[in-house]
Nanobody
Framework: VQLQASGGGLVQPGGSLRLSCAFS????????IGWFRQAPGKEREGVSI????????RYDDSVEGRFTISRDNTKNLVHLQMNELKPEDTAIYYC????????????????????WGQGTQVTVSS
């Protein structure tokens, strides 16, 4: 199982970025996949996930309405479109996956995910 995140960078407040996660060794038919982030001095937190088996998406309240997670079935990619970025969105962003479903209350819990890619830095600053 491999996951690789890309697309991070420096953007001004109010700007947009699109992160991509290329994955291999599993299918989204049986695995949940999502994006997590970790800011300096803070715990890793869930941002958005696509759950299995229903394919529903879920967002942390802090990004609801600004971020959109999507999948590209033909290319084994999962994207995170981030709009209206704020300085507090600055963090290292990771994609992660796990086999099977989770109860809703655990879906954004980073401790529940077993496969991780390396992170990509997102910095929102003027």
């Amino acid at each position: 199982v491999q996951l690789q995140a890309s697309g991070g960078g420096l953007v001004q407040p109010g700007g947009s970025l699109r992160l991509s996660c290329a994955f291999s060794g599993f299918t989204l038919d049986y695995h949940s996949i999502g994006w997590f982030r970790q800011a300096p001095g803070k715990e890793r937190e869930g941002v958005s996930i696509i759950s299995r088996p229903d394919g529903r998406t879920r967002y942390d309240d802090s990004v609801e309405g600004r971020f959109t997670i999507s999948r590209d079935n033909t290319k084994n990619l999962v994207h995170l479109q981030m709009n209206e970025l704020k300085p507090e969105d600055t963090a290292i962003y990771y994609c992660a996956a796990r086999k099977g479903r989770l109860v809703v209350s655990a879906q954004l819990d980073a401790r529940q995910y077993e496969y991780w890619g390396q992170g990509t830095q997102v910095t929102v600053s003027s």
